[in-house]
Nanobody, 120 residues
Framework: QVQLVESGGGLVQAGGSLRLSCAAS????????MGWYRQAPGKERELVAG???????YYADSVKGRFTISRDNAKNTLYLQMNSLKPEDTAMYYC??????????????WGQGTQVTVSS
């Protein structure tokens, strides 16, 4: 089992920035990739960004050039730096761990989520 705890969400004005963090614990050796999903009310869950153990990254088209995913293996922590935020980025953001960074169906473990709200 892998436990994931997110932090760093909040309310920000459009154009602003936030950094999300995700602390991982448990059977981390079983993880090949970590990622961030988001889900807005009435919308499907979307894989926003993923990163493999080797450092390869994936980004959804909607966040390319604005969001950066990174990980600190020594701290077992995943980050999502979000810049130039837009109101449409408003969603619950979830940290996830799994097998393939760019494959939405290959994530097995989930955090509880952290809310990001972008005001216009």
């Amino acid at each position: 089992q892998v436990q994931l705890v997110e932090s760093g969400g909040g309310l920000v004005q459009a154009g602003g920035s936030l950094r999300l963090s995700c602390a991982a614990s448990g059977s981390i050796f079983s993880i090949n990739a970590m990622g961030w999903y988001r889900q807005a009310p009435g919308k499907e869950r979307e894989l926003v960004a993923g990163i493999s153990n080797g450092g390869s990254t994936y980004y959804a088209d909607s966040v390319k050039g604005r969001f950066t995913i990174s990980r600190d293996n020594a701290k077992n922590t995943l980050y999502l730096q979000m810049n130039s935020l837009k109101p449409e980025d408003t969603a619950m953001y979830y940290c996830a761990a799994g097998n393939v960074a760019h494959a939405p169906d290959e994530y097995d473990y989930w955090g509880q989520g952290t809310q990001v709200t972008v005001s216009s």
